[in-house]
């Protein structure tokens, strides 16, 4: 065999690796991301509680962005895989062990290591990729994810919330996700060092990506962490509190790829402020819905939380493409971070909010907050568009604005000065 062609082998062994070892973490983590606020809803706990156990993860996953990429260019990216998920497996055995009040900190460490996957996950798929295929292997792959979050999603429903069962598999499937990556024959790729691209200077000249990528993580960490639980205080049952959840994601599935088509031919202020209009319309109507307690209500709330889910999660690649226009493609690697960096705000920041609006309007403030913070970005979008008409060309033809500052910086993470 040629140098070439071994070359191309190993290649297609350690993606063939990682997608494997992430797909079964999705598994893992999406049983963790349902389970635990159904059974605090089901164990009556306050709203403000679940909220707060479901930001620690969040916390702990900004916390991660900024200590894991020195630690994985210290192991590889092999070994640092292993630690992290023998760590959120361990971690995931701790919540029968411990009170409900402590599960916000299990969570926390559980977001630390959840960074340290996705750090490994994408990295080296960018790595071992080819320029050619990276863009069809990244979009497989979050096909993939979907449908893996999806599918277990729709299987916890069928498993006792009353039990510490659902722990120990999802435990198990934590152990699982080493088998494929630490078999592999085939090296991780080589860890570099970091660019950045400062906070500042993607509000510059792309304040309506800062605005999106905002937005999905306020409403994502709402969506995923607090709508199980959502599902039980409006009085439906396990399966379809689940169905509820699982709703949201086959709505992102469906339109995540034809927005993302959409992004390169209109202008992406315009489809993201379409977006939140839509999920505007549906938090109306999921409120009338459940107001005039309408005919096959269950129906209803499932197919406008998929709408929701629609008009909501695939924002972030609209954001994300804006951003990339805006500020050009060489600083690609700094400006996905600052990006993932916004997004992970968000979905701190969301539960607590989201619980805070139930705690004191009921279940139904959920509604609230998903239409309120949806009108108050579609109304800023709507600002940016009146202040700055998109051009009379298409949107693929028009040149970048490149920054004339200079603005990025070697760096293995952002200083907290940079983020202000």
């Known amino acids: 065999m040629t140098p070439a062609a071994e070359a191309k082998t190993s290649s297609v062994a350690a993606l063939g690796a990682i997608v494997s070892g992430a797909l079964i973490l999705q598994v893992a983590a999406t049983i963790v991301n349902t389970a635990i606020p159904l059974k605090m809803a089901l164990a009556q706990k306050a709203p403000l509680l679940i909220g707060l156990v479901g930001s620690a993860y969040s916390v702990g996953f900004l916390a991660g962005c900024f200590v894991i990429p020195a630690f994985i ?209 549906c938090t109306l109507a999921l409120g009338a819905v459940l107001w005039f307690a309408l005919p096959h209500s269950r129906l209803w709330l499932f197919g406008l939380f998929a709408l929701i889910g629609a008009g909501s999660m695939p924002v972030y690649t609209v954001a994300v493409a804006h951003a990339y226009f805006r500020l050009g493609r060489e600083r690609a690697l700094g400006l996905s971070a600052q990006l993932l960096f916004l997004w992970a705000t968000g979905s701190a920041i969301g539960p607590l909010v989201s619980t805070a609006f139930m705690q004191g309007m009921g279940p139904q403030g959920m509604l609230v907050y998903l239409g309120g913070l949806s009108a108050a970005t579609g109304i800023y979008l709507a600002f940016r568009l009146r202040l700055k008409p998109p051009s009379a060309h298409p949107f693929g033809e028009r040149k970048p604005v490149a920054p004339t500052i200079p603005e990025v910086s070697p760096a293995g993470h952002r200083s907290h000065a940079e983020a202000k």
């Open 73 to 281: 260019r210290r192991v590889g990216h092999i070994r640092a895989f292993a630690v992290f998920a023998a760590v959120q497996g361990a971690l995931t055995l701790s919540f029968p062990l411990w009170p409900v009040d402590l599960w916000g900190l299990s969570r926390l460490g559980m977001g630390v290591a959840g960074a340290g996957h996705a750090i490994c996950i994408e990295s080296w798929i960018s790595g071992q990729a080819s320029a050619g295929q990276r863009g069809r292997i990244f979009g497989l792959y979050q096909i993939l994810n979907r449908l893996a979050l999806i599918g277990s999603q729709i299987g916890t429903g069928y498993v006792s919330m009353q039990s510490g069962d659902i722990f120990l598999i999802a435990s198990a499937a934590f152990s699982l996700a080493l088998i494929p990556v630490a078999m592999t024959r085939a090296k991780g790729p080589e860890s570099g060092e970091v660019i950045s691209v400062r906070l500042h200077t993607i509000w510059q000249y792309a304040p309506a990506a800062v605005i999106g990528c905002l937005y999905v993580g306020l409403m994502g960490g709402a969506l995923t962490n607090v709508a199980p639980a959502y599902g039980i205080l409006i009085g439906l049952d396990q399966e379809w509190a689940i169905l509820l959840t699982a709703g949201i994601q086959i709505g992102a599935l469906v339109l995540q790829w034809p927005l993302g088509l959409l992004a390169d031919r209109v202008e992406s202020r315009v489809i993201m402020l379409s977006a939140t209009a839509s999920v505007v319309l």
